[in-house]
């Protein structure tokens, strides 16, 4: 669940100074140079340095400003900051998954937005690192073929996550349990643990 703050004033800054010299509003193609990236900055560090959609470790480098509703379909909120959020660039940064997968793809009923509170409970792990739609729902299982959040390799990455996370452990009990949940749910100067959802998911029910 990603919450998202206020709009960051130097962002509103540039969108006002930008119709004062050039008698227009600006659009997505004008942001660009180092507003670009301290926006892209601003927004990983709001999403806690995981990618809006599988929560994978995101830097500047492996990363791109996703519209979560889509620019062709919603013209009028491409600079609107609760449509902007920080997708990884696949896996492998090869397009496979995620922001550049789901390309233009959105449905007000078909996609489980990561900007509803309780985004979490639409999906459910295994500890072979799949995700499954929760109760055989519609909407997620909608969303995870059109981000294609099932892949082979984050399907892996997601699983050598989970089996180095101490739910293996020879001395794993309640305690542990515990201490680990905690462990996953807190962030380290500001950052969580990359898949720490499916992390948390297998700690709870497994």
């Known amino acids: 669940y990603i919450q998202k703050k206020a709009s960051p004033q130097f962002f509103e800054d540039w969108k006002q100074d930008f119709r004062n010299s050039q008698g227009r509003d600006p659009t997505y193609q004008d942001l660009r140079g180092d507003t670009y990236h301290k926006l892209k900055t601003h927004i990983i560090d ?3 340095g995981l990618c809006c959609y599988c929560c994978k470790e995101i830097q500047d480098f492996n990363s791109h400003i996703e519209h979560f509703k889509p620019q062709c379909q919603y013209p009028n909120e491409v600079l609107e900051y609760t449509n902007l959020l920080i997708s990884c660039n696949g896996y492998r940064d090869n397009h496979e998954n995620c922001g550049h997968k789901k390309d233009n793809w959105y449905s007000e009923y078909y996609t489980v937005s990561p900007l509803c509170q309780n985004c979490e409970s639409f999906f459910t792990y295994t500890i072979d690192g799949d995700i499954m739609a929760n109760h055989d729902d519609s909407r997620s299982k909608e969303t ?16 050598s996550a989970i089996y180095v996370s101490g739910l293996f452990d020879d001395d794993f009990d309640n305690i542990k349990k515990e ?15 990359g898949f720490c959802v499916a992390i948390l998911y297998c700690l709870s029910n497994f």
């Open 144 to 159: 995870i073929d059109n981000l294609e959040l099932n892949i082979y390799l984050l399907q892996r990455a997601r699983k």
């Open 46 to 48: 709001e999403q806690l």
């Open 179 to 193: 201490e680990l949940i905690h462990f996953y749910n807190t962030p380290v100067d500001g950052r969580l643990k």
